[in-house]
């Protein structure tokens, strides 16, 4: 069902299709992210987390929420520099000291010990496999297939993102995977 023209109608150059065609299928598989409604909403959301599979690490301005970043004790960024040290990873964007830990715990629950330690390493969650894996991760651990299987994508987003920031691409991006899967 994924496809490198699947990731390409959610905005994929044909490179980073074939890049990230196996962590997503991977991902896809473990997390059960396996009906059309299912691929179709976590495609979308990770296109344009992304940006069509392209950026893994957030890009840093610093903009005045990134700024914000430092000193959060909600993200666990407790020590002088982990605003941009823990800025967001992977393919839905891991941010804070705390929610790199958080991941890692639980991808080793999972995947076992050889899962890298994205506090003492945080770049390590913007690299295949961990990316995909990490997003699959956040995907379940908030329940968004149940959202994607109601067909409800402007809850699939606020799960995702925490209200409907860029919902229009996600939308677009939706629409074009769906329209290939014949969802």
Not at 22 to 31: A, G
Not at 36 to 58: D, K, N
Not at 60 to 76: F, H, M, N, S, V
Request: net charge positive; glycine share 10%; aromatic share 8%.
């Amino acid at each position: 069902m994924i496809t490198l023209r699947l990731l390409q109608c959610a905005g994929a150059t044909p490179v980073n299709a074939q890049r990230w065609l196996e962590p997503i299928r991977q991902t896809c598989r473990v997390y059960g992210i396996d009906t059309p409604a299912r691929v179709a909403a976590f495609i979308a959301q990770t296109a344009h987390e992304s940006m069509g599979f392209a950026v893994t690490t957030e890009l840093w301005g610093p903009t005045p929420a990134q700024l914000r970043y430092e000193g959060r004790a909600d993200l666990g960024n407790v020590r002088p520099g982990d605003g941009p040290f823990f800025r967001g990873h992977g393919l839905i964007q891991i941010t804070g000291r705390a929610n790199h830990a958080r991941v890692r715990d639980r991808l080793r629950e999972r995947f076992g010990a050889d899962v890298p330690d994205f506090e003492a390493q945080p770049q390590r969650l913007a690299q295949a496999p961990w990316a995909a894996l990490s997003a699959g991760d956040y995907w379940h651990d908030r329940n968004i297939n149940q959202a994607a299987d109601a067909g409800d994508f402007k809850a699939v987003t606020r799960k995702i993102n925490g209200g409907l920031t860029g919902y229009v691409d996600r939308l677009q991006r939706f629409q074009a995977v769906a329209a290939e899967l014949e969802v």
